[in-house]
């Protein structure tokens, strides 16, 4: 194949050199007034003004008064084949659990030494298999967060006890 001079081709199909790189060229045109290469913010433009909207929050207000008829819309594609729409739908729909609720017997806790009965509780239980590790770990947690409480609250009371005295 021969390639067309320049004589033959169209006036818009030449291509004009640039008078200026890129990198020197501003758009005053331009409304996030951005330099075009770097990207960065021109001299005096702060970017975005205070108190307006980025692009999400017009989306989701935009699509907030149809928003039960496009939920139909996306279950009906899914469960038409469309995997996407199926692994949308049921993603935003049955969220994952993070945590399930967990049944140990524990005794009551009104005392410190309540708690390390229940702490050992929980460490047999996680032996045992009725627990996982992290399930175990978040109980004993939890217990040494109403020990340090049950202790607070007991030097407060010392302290009240003690200066009326």
Do not use: Y
């Amino acid at each position: 194949m021969s390639t067309p001079d320049s004589a033959t081709m169209s006036p818009t199909a030449a291509v004009e050199p640039r008078s200026a790189p890129v990198s020197a060229v501003v758009c005053s045109e331009n409304s996030i007034g951005r330099d075009i290469a770097t990207g960065r913010f021109t001299a005096g433009n702060r970017g975005r003004p205070r108190g307006s909207r980025n692009k999400a929050t017009l989306l989701r207000d935009a699509l907030a008064g149809d928003s039960e008829r496009l939920l139909h819309q996306l279950v009906a594609s899914g469960t038409s084949g469309d995997s996407l729409a199926l692994r949308i739908a049921v993603t935003r729909l049955l969220p994952a659990r993070r945590d399930l609720p967990v049944a140990v017997e524990l005794p009551g806790i009104v005392t410190v030494a309540d708690i390390a009965t229940a702490g050992a509780r929980t460490i047999a239980a996680v032996g045992a298999g009725e627990l996982t590790p992290t399930e175990g770990l978040k109980l004993v947690t939890m217990l040494d967060k109403m020990r340090r409480a049950l202790s607070s609250a007991a030097r407060v009371t010392s302290r009240a006890t003690s200066s009326r005295g």
